[in-house]
């Protein structure tokens, strides 16, 4: 199983972007159970969630992005997306997507957003 993220790059201040993780070689069955989120890492910092969005649907997002970022799936194409409006300078990370499914972890990359001011 790999997750292939892409979408990123460099913004100004109140632009958008939109991430994508597919979930490659992952069973249907697999993808569609399992707990999904996007995780960021701003250099210096540690790693945090910034949305996840539960096998039953249901969404949980840092405060930080409430309102301005939405975290989305395609069960056909096995794949999550993260789409971040208004996006600040405080953005500003590598974004990873995670896919979560029992004792199964899988990080993608990691794709780098930049926010300037």
């Known amino acids: 199983v790999q997750l292939q993220a892409s979408g990123g790059g460099s913004v100004q201040a109140g632009g958008s972007l939109k991430l994508s993780c597919a979930a490659r070689?992952?069973?249907?069955?697999?993808?569609?159970?399992?707990?999904r989120g996007w995780y960021r890492q701003a250099p210096g910092k540690e790693r945090e969630l910034v949305a996840e969005?539960?096998?039953?649907?249901?969404?949980n997002y840092q405060d930080s992005v409430k309102g301005r970022f939405t975290i989305s799936k395609d069960n056909s194409k096995k794949t999550v997306y993260l789409q971040m409006l208004s996006l600040e300078p405080e953005d500003t990370a590598v974004y990873y997507c995670?896919?979560?499914?029992?004792?199964?972890?899988?990080w993608g990359q990691g794709t780098q957003v930049t926010v300037s001011s």
């Open positions: 969005l539960t096998s039953e649907g249901m969404t």
């Open positions: 995670n896919v979560k499914f029992g004792s199964w972890d899988y």
């Open positions: 070689g992952m069973i249907w069955s697999t993808f569609t159970g399992s707990r």
